[in-house]
């Protein structure tokens, strides 16, 4: 099995998101700026909504000002406590 599509399966697995679902959400937002925080904030909320998950408005400044700021963890462990903190 190719590992980006076990990469997706276990995705879909862990959060009940489809993959075609993920891919249309990439390609909707591939041309988009990152940088802009409307932009981000929507994208965010679409990704939160898609999942059935709340993302506190405390947690959305976070996620915003890491991006805003290149300051993304790029390692999955990293990613994983970020989004889990509460």
């Given at each position: 099995?190719?590992?980006?599509?076990?990469?997706?399966?276990?995705?879909?697995?862990?959060t009940n998101v489809k993959k075609e679902?993920?891919?249309?959400?990439?390609?909707?937002?591939?041309?988009?700026?990152?940088?802009?925080?409307?932009?981000?904030?929507?994208?965010?909320?679409?990704?939160?909504?898609?999942?059935?998950?709340?993302?506190?408005?405390?947690?959305?400044?976070?996620?915003?000002?890491?991006?805003?700021?290149?300051?993304?963890?790029?390692?999955?462990s990293t990613l994983s406590k970020m989004f889990d903190n509460k």
């Amino acid at each position: 099995m190719d590992r980006n599509h076990q990469f997706f399966d276990n995705v879909e697995k862990k959060t009940n998101v489809k993959k075609e679902d993920i891919f249309k959400l990439a390609q909707t937002v591939s041309n988009e700026n990152l940088r802009d925080e409307r932009t981000l904030r929507r994208l965010i909320s679409q990704v939160a909504s898609l999942a059935g998950v709340p993302v506190s408005k405390q947690k959305e400044d976070q996620i915003v000002s890491a991006v805003i700021n290149n300051n993304v963890p790029l390692d999955f462990s990293t990613l994983s406590k970020m989004f889990d903190n509460k």
